[in-house]
Nanobody, 116 residues
Framework: QVQVVESGGGLVQPGDSLRLSCVVS???????AAWYRQAPGKQRELVAT???????MYADFAKGRFTIVRDYAANTIYLQMNNLKPEDTAVYYC???????????WGQGTQVTVSS
């Protein structure tokens, strides 16, 4: 069973930055990666994706503020989040998927709270 563990969340003020980490218990080469988030009372939404070819895609709210990257040696996927806003408050989840896997593997999430 593949383990996915997110970390790096916390309580920050508007305008601050955070870097979320997602450690995967397998080689992340040739896998797709994604970050999602879920705010209280809302559905889980896509934040950013990173393909096997390192192509990236961002939700409109993330463009220009968030960056998804991977460290192959550390089997880790990062989400750098800058200029955080209160509406970014949510639990952030990482997903890692081989192309043949229907849903891939999820972590338990990490809480991000943006408040003054």
């Amino acid at each position: 069973q593949v383990q996915v563990v997110e970390s790096g969340g916390g309580l920050v003020q508007p305008g601050d930055s955070l870097r979320l980490s997602c450690v995967v218990s397998r080689s992340i080469g040739n896998t797709n990666a994604a970050w999602y988030r879920q705010a209280p009372g809302k559905q889980r939404e896509l934040v950013a994706t990173l393909s096997t070819h390192d192509d990236t895609m961002y939700a409109d709210f993330a463009k220009g503020r968030f960056t998804i990257v991977r460290d192959y040696a550390a089997n880790t996927i990062y989400l750098q989040m800058n200029n955080l806003k209160p509406e970014d408050t949510a639990v952030y989840y990482c997903n890692n998927r081989q192309y043949w896997e229907s849903s891939g593997f999820w972590g338990q999430g990490t809480q991000v709270t943006v408040s003054s």
